[in-house]
């Protein structure tokens, strides 16, 4: 079965809902040490689950850098996209495919298929979705050291998970954070 992992950028108090100016993905490349982890993963993932929301975003922007340092807009249009939508039916992206049912179990049927690793991040709706159904794999964290004091979390409000275990962490210049934990 295939590992579903959620990568998210998140904040020192846990906010991953992006309100200030404290994630710029450009800026990445200056971090030579953080682009190596990003291209890591992103060599052992062959799917990119996102909402509908985060893909318009993403779409409407990594398209058109021409000249990206990072390596992450020739990713994006390599990759094959998953877009979980009721509303969308023409993506506009190559590799994207609509996922228009029930997301729980369009995704279970994901992970059954053979492959690598499918990775989510943003969509912050359909990871409290995917964590309340038990689907998700690995928690892919990259903490930023702000404290934004308002947004959504990574995990749903009222909700309790069994303890995480540790699966590794790196320090990045200026002062990023990564943590990997896997699901019980």
Request: proline residues 6%; charged residues 20%; hydrophobic residues 35%.
């Amino acid at each position: 079965m295939r590992t579903l992992a959620i990568t998210q950028n998140i904040t020192v108090d846990g906010r991953i809902e992006m309100l200030g100016d404290w994630f710029d993905p450009q800026s990445q490349s200056d971090s030579r040490d953080l682009m190596d982890e990003l291209h890591r993963q992103d060599s052992a993932a062959d799917g990119f689950l996102v909402g509908r929301r985060t893909f318009e975003d993403l779409r409407g922007y990594w398209p058109r850098q021409t000249e990206d340092p990072t390596g992450i807009s020739a990713y994006l249009d390599s990759v094959q996209k998953y877009v979980v939508s009721q509303t969308l039916t023409d993506p506009e992206w190559q590799n994207s495919t609509i996922l228009s049912g029930d997301p729980i179990a369009e995704v279970t049927a994901l992970k059954q298929q053979p492959g690598r690793d499918i990775v989510v991040t943003g969509s912050i709706t359909l990871c409290h979705t995917l964590i309340e159904a038990g689907l998700v794999d690995e928690y892919r964290l990259f903490t930023y050291p702000v404290v934004q004091g308002a947004g959504r979390r990574l995990f749903p409000d009222g909700y309790a998970m069994p303890e995480l275990q540790p699966a590794g962490s790196k320090s990045f210049r200026p002062g990023i954070t990564y943590t990997c934990y896997t699901a019980g």
